[in-house]
């Protein structure tokens, strides 16, 4: 007997904008929060540097607006980002009450009871933090608060399929009511409903052979909205760290800005340092144009890594200024006041996603987007640092309050029928689901990734149609798993990404393409719009 859930609001995802959204409605509301793993799961337990506001009596919202724009690349929205930056006061100011332990700072140097750091492209001090750990303390607050409250459920090893929408019951109208949800524990899919249902599943960095992500970055809220209708912009904006570890049993460990910003030579295998020849401020330029040289040396000596070296500093400044770094590479061998570091670029942040307006509705009624799985018009077509948090906190509150208004006045769900597992069996050959994650990822890398031409693109395209079709025939065969659902929203929004970057005949903010490598005069969106639309 399948399960069946009825709560008034469904919040796929418990990062920074889903436990949000969840404690915003949550006086109100009954709520269920999924988790695709143990909660939270997601980038946000991993978010180091903070949250970008204007916190500081010297800093304005002016002065961030012009900051995020200037990142942008003339694709931000302005009234989006006014909105956003304008909001940053009072989110912050949420979360300290909810209880999370930013670090202080008892001088008040930034006229704020509140240690402030400055990043790359801010022009004030206004990222408030928690030591280097920041997304680990406002995920452990957040989650306390959410265990806390009556009014929310929270499901772990809950993998959403798919939406449910009024269309797809053929029932006249057009409205999101639940969703089919695979729980990894009991291998049963279970049937959620609620009157409103919000995606804040994160990104889709997962895309990508290397990756600072976690697990779960598969794309699937994107992919799930896609499906059940709606538009999908900007998905060519992919943002890669510089620097992150490159061993294989090392995942995702990125290696911070810091290190450059104190000293650290990036090298080529034969200890040659580069940097000097893309750029004058050498280690210092900016991030992506950093990683476009590592990218750049390691397609054109074929090699599977880059170094960073800080050695020549003492070993007292670095154990004092990079304990955590030290400590970590020490685990896979790597003595980093010996020796240099094994690099490689990865991909960090997707700034497209699913079309939004300020209240995080998408095209499809009853459903809201929020977080990195949306596409505001915030960011651009690059991402000012620590930006992305506050966009989460900002759009979940802006979600709650615009589903709070209209709850009332919202019909009840339809009621959906089970899940159908008449027609498929177990799978007998996991190895496809394997072999065509690692070729997915593996040819992302190398055709879709930091540099691009119109020939890699194609070459892209032609992969990925073949993929899609063997998948939607496994899908159709086999009962459903996590890696098979997974699987199966990478390589849509993989499909995405092509689709979008072949649109853009232009280099701009993250998309670079050698074969068009001025920027047009004018600015426009890449809006992708789904075949059942
Ligand atoms: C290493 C690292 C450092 C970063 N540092 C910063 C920083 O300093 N400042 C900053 O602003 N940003 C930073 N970012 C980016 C920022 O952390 C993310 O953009 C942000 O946390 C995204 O939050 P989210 O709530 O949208 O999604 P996430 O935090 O990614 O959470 C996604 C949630 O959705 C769940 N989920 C996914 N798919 C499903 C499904 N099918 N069914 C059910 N649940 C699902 C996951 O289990 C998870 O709970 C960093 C990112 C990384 C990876």
Request: proline content about 3%; overall charge negative.
């Amino acid at each position: 007997m399948i399960q069946h859930f009825q709560h008034d609001v469904l919040v796929i995802g418990s990062g920074a904008a889903g436990l949000t959204i969840a404690l915003k409605l949550a006086d109100h509301l009954r709520v269920a929060l999924l988790c695709k793993d143990t909660a939270p799961g997601g980038s946000t337990f991993y978010a180091q540097g903070g949250v970008a506001g204007v916190l500081d009596s010297t800093d304005t919202v002016d002065a961030h607006v012009d900051d995020t724009l200037n990142a942008g690349a003339g694709l931000c929205d302005l009234e989006v980002v006014r909105f956003t930056a304008g909001k940053s006061k009072a989110c912050i100011d949420w979360l300290i009450e909810q209880g999370v332990p930013f670090t202080e700072d008892p001088d008040n140097t930034n006229n704020n009871a509140y240690h402030l750091t400055k990043e790359g492209g801010h022009s004030h001090r206004r990222i408030i933090h928690a030591a280097d750990a920041t997304g680990r303390a406002i995920s452990n607050t957040l989650i306390e608060r959410v265990q806390q409250h009556a009014n929310i459920d929270l499901y772990e090893q809950r993998v959403a399929i798919d939406l449910i929408t009024r269309e797809k019951l053929g029932i006249e109208g057009d409205g999101c009511c639940g969703a089919y949800v695979l729980n990894r524990a009991t291998d049963t899919v279970e049937l959620f409903q609620a009157r409103f249902v919000a995606l804040a599943s994160g990104g889709a960095s997962k895309s990508y052979l290397y990756t600072s992500n976690p697990d779960g970055a598969s794309g699937d809220g994107i992919a799930m909205a896609w499906r059940a209708g709606c538009q999908i912009a900007n998905m060519e904006f992919n943002q890669f760290h510089p620097t992150c570890l490159y061993h294989p049993q090392a995942k995702s460990f990125l290696i911070s800005e810091a290190l450059r910003g104190e000293g650290a030579i990036l090298k080529l295998p034969n200890g040659e340092r580069f940097m000097d020849n893309f750029d004058s401020r050498g280690e210092l330029a900016p991030r992506d144009i950093v990683a476009r040289a590592i990218d750049h040396e390691m397609k054109r000596l074929g090699c599977d890594c880059l170094y960073l070296d800080i050695s020549h500093k003492s070993d007292k400044f670095i154990l004092e200024h990079f304990p955590t770094i030290h400590k970590r590479c020490l685990t896979f061998g790597i003595d980093i006041t010996r020796e240099a570091i094994p690099i490689v670029p990865a991909a960090h942040y997707t700034c497209g996603g699913v079309m939004t307006n300020l209240q995080g509705r998408t095209d499809v009624a009853q459903l809201y987007a929020i977080g990195e799985t949306a596409f505001t018009g915030f960011h651009g077509a690059n991402r000012l640092a620590s930006n992305s948090l506050l966009e989460c906190l900002v759009f979940a509150d802006a979600a709650a309050r615009d589903i709070l208004a209209n709850f009332e006045n919202t019909a009840a769900p339809a009621q959906a029928p089970d899940w159908d597992e008449s027609q498929v069996t177990d799978s007998d050959e996991d190895v496809i689901i394997s072999h065509n994650w690692d070729e997915l990822r593996r040819f992302m890398w190398d055709y879709v990734g930091i540099v691009r031409t119109d020939k890699r693109l194609q070459r892209a395209e032609h992969r990925i149609a073949l993929l899609k079709r063997e998948i939607a025939e496994y899908y159709s065969n086999y009962k459903v798993s996590n890696d098979l659902l997974e699987l199966r929203n990478l390589i849509c929004v993989a499909d995405l990404i092509i689709q979008s970057a072949m649109k853009r005949k232009e280099s701009r903010g993250l998309h670079y393409t050698l074969d068009y490598p001025n920027t047009a005069s004018q600015a426009e969106n890449t809006i992708l719009t789904p075949p059942n639309w």
